[in-house]
């Protein structure tokens, strides 16, 4: 086997883990998290409930596996800005940067948003996860402005920023045809007109 390829269990151990993904995903947003079981993902993904199991420890294991990819991104690019940005600015640039990335999981987003409201228990870990998200905008902004820590100021613009992303990805979800990356600019754009 060459370098960089991935052995045939490799490649079946992925083919499955994506299966339960896409039947979780699918079960969570046709009938609620809640009301969804593992027996049941299993059995859509083709596998039995122990092979669930040894890919995911929880359902929600399956919901959360990938939620700190996109934030952990924005703050690489972000840092990278000149330095000639604004914060507000940079912060605006990086998630416009990187949000063409998300037009392939769009329907992913989406269904994601649908099983989260349908569970109270997962409305308070999405809460719980926005802090989250938060800290960490808040922690690379402190590091552009060569702070040792985030203080008020950086912790306000972190939330603020992401609440704007948050209304362009609304926007996104329900009018297709809008790019992210203009729908991001535009919210940003839209904030110093209101507050002038």
């Not at 092979?51 to 959360?64: A, D, N, W």
Request: some cysteine; aromatic content about 8%.
């Amino acid at each position: 086997m060459a370098r960089g390829e991935r052995s045939p269990r490799d490649q079946h151990a992925a083919r499955t883990r994506d299966a339960l993904f896409e039947a979780a995903m699918d079960l969570f947003s046709a009938h609620g998290y809640d009301e969804t079981t593992t027996d049941e993902i299993a059995e859509a993904a083709g596998v039995s409930p122990r092979t669930f199991f040894r890919y995911f420890p929880t359902k929600e294991s399956v919901l959360f596996s990938g939620r700190f990819g996109f934030i952990d991104s924005v703050s690489g690019v972000y840092l990278a800005q000149y330095e000639t940005l604004s914060d507000y600015d940079a912060l605006a640039e990086s998630f416009a940067l990187l949000a063409p990335g998300l037009k392939r999981i769009r329907h992913r987003i989406a269904q994601y948003r649908e099983a989260i409201t349908s569970s109270s228990v997962l409305l308070g870990r999405e809460r719980q996860n926005h802090i989250d998200n938060i800290e960490t905008v808040a922690e690379a902004i402190a590091q552009r402005r060569g702070l040792k820590a985030p203080d008020a100021d950086c912790g306000l613009l972190a939330a603020v920023s992401l609440l704007l992303l948050e209304r362009a990805v609304e926007r996104w979800l329900s009018a297709p045809g809008l790019g992210l990356d203009d729908l991001i600019r535009a919210e940003f754009s839209a904030l110093p007109i209101v507050l002038t």
